[in-house]
């Protein structure tokens, strides 16, 4: 074999080790949207089993998972940029699974605000050290692909969620209670939450079988010093201002919509959580993957054409894309109307996500990409989650009358979160095409 065949020989398997791990991290990621998910679907029943508020459940979705989610990534991911990532995710997986199974024995809004804080500490391990392996792995041309292609496992996890969820709501409801072996019969959302838990055990042993790629040139054994990593955000602020403005922004509007639309559903028109979670569940499922994938796609394809700020261009696009059907779909007079500017927004929306990550990934140095993956979920997390779940019912409290009836401040955040999400990315084209730039000369 000559030496050029042994370079492409080379190169193929690489590739091929990409897509393996690719795989993997996808399924993790999945089982991460549906393990942090399946709460939206069981609002009434927890509510009601606990004597909670809307304020408190929304709490339970947001803040609870965040606060150890957003800050831990960083150190986790500075842990990343240092030593073995598939480590690091494999125990992640398994802890949080472990968390989530714990959430079915909560007896108090304590114990169960607990648990979702150790469900957020163990995913804190996923993206950091996935997106740090992805962007070694794949050449930079295919990053906002391959990312593209990770965060289908926000729409694939947050639609199997509200599928399988719902039908086990639904399920348990009829019969009043469900079967866990070894443990008895248990209330409809306890048991949920422990049948979703035993995936994690598959998913850990899978990541044992991805072969980790060598750290591109410019890494230090060492890694990166933290106040290094914020000096090179200081240095290129408008840049990243940009992309977190314009990620956060997006995030509270969709962490907002995965939160609540199940329960708009229901409260409005009188719908099953089955009823409600098969309708988003195929419409996220579906056309929230399609738009994830078409995100990524575009921007690749702008980026093979030279546009050097392909990424947070896209980003700005998709927001304004998302303003009317974020405006119109909660406050829809049918069900049908609802649901077909939901699937409009649910198309358009999820395409930022991996493009924003590209952006990320491509500002930034390789020494210090998975501690900047975490900076980067550190803002959208801590302010885009806690904010997104909780928002709602405050808006609809301060300016509905607090009825409950959430369609218009779901409106309210959609449509303001999208206006100045595209105008956050607009802001910082030119100096993303700079950054990004500066970094790949090295």
Request: hydrophobic letters at 55%; charged letters at 10%; proline letters at 5%.
């Amino acid at each position: 074999m000559s030496s050029e065949e042994s370079v492409e020989a080379g190169g193929r398997t690489s590739l091929r080790r990409a897509h393996v791990a690719l795989g993997i991290f996808l399924l993790a990621y999945i089982l991460s949207f549906v393990d942090r998910q399946i709460l939206s679907l069981m609002v009434e029943p927890i509510k009601q089993d606990l004597g909670l508020s809307d304020l408190q459940v929304g709490l339970l979705q947001g803040l609870a998972f965040a606060m150890l989610y957003a800050v831990v990534g960083i150190p986790i991911g500075m842990l990343a940029d240092r030593i073995s990532r598939r480590r690091i995710i494999a125990v992640g997986v398994l802890f949080w699974s472990a968390c989530t199974a714990l959430c079915g024995f909560a007896g108090s809004y304590a114990h169960l605000f607990a648990a979702r804080m150790g469900v957020g500490l163990g995913e804190a391990s996923l993206s950091p050290s996935a997106h740090s392996w992805l962007s070694d792995a794949y050449p930079p041309a295919q990053l906002s692909r391959a990312m593209a292609i990770y965060n289908l496992g926000i729409t694939i996890g947050g639609g199997l969620a509200l599928l399988v969820g719902g039908a086990v709501v639904d399920m348990v409801a009829e019969q009043g209670a469900l079967m866990v072996p070894g443990v008895g019969p248990m209330p409809t959302w306890r048991a949920a939450f422990i049948l979703v838990a035993l995936p994690g055990l598959v998913v850990t042993a899978l990541v044992f079988l991805a072969r980790e790629p060598a750290r591109r040139a410019g890494w230090a054994s060492a890694g990166m010093p933290l106040r290094a990593a914020l000096s090179h955000l200081r240095a290129h602020w408008r840049t990243f201002a940009a992309i977190y403005g314009n990620s956060t922004l997006l995030g509270i509007m969709g962490y907002g919509l995965m939160a609540w639309y199940p329960t708009l559903l229901i409260r409005t028109f009188g719908m099953t959580p089955g009823q409600a979670s098969l309708r988003l569940g195929l419409i996220y499922l579906v056309l929230g993957s399609l738009g994830s994938l078409a995100g990524g796609f575009a921007a690749e394809r702008l980026s093979l054409k030279g546009v050097r700020d392909a990424n947070l261009r896209m980003t700005m696009i998709l927001a304004f894309l998302c303003l009317v059907p974020a405006a119109l779909a909660p406050i829809m007079p049918s069900v049908t109307l609802l649901l077909l500017f939901f699937s409009l927004l649910t198309f358009c929306f999820n395409g930022y996500f991996g493009c924003s990550l590209a952006a990320i990934q491509l500002a930034t140095p390789p020494s210090m990409r998975a501690t900047g993956a975490a900076l980067f979920l550190l803002a959208n997390s801590l302010v885009g989650l806690s904010l997104g779940t909780a928002i709602v019912p405050l808006i609809d409290s301060a300016l509905f009358g607090g009825e409950g009836q959430i369609g218009p401040a779901l409106a309210t955040v959609g449509f303001c979160a999208s206006l100045f999400a595209a105008l956050a990315a607009w802001s910082g084209l030119r100096s993303y095409a700079v950054t990004s730039e500066a970094v790949a000369r090295g």
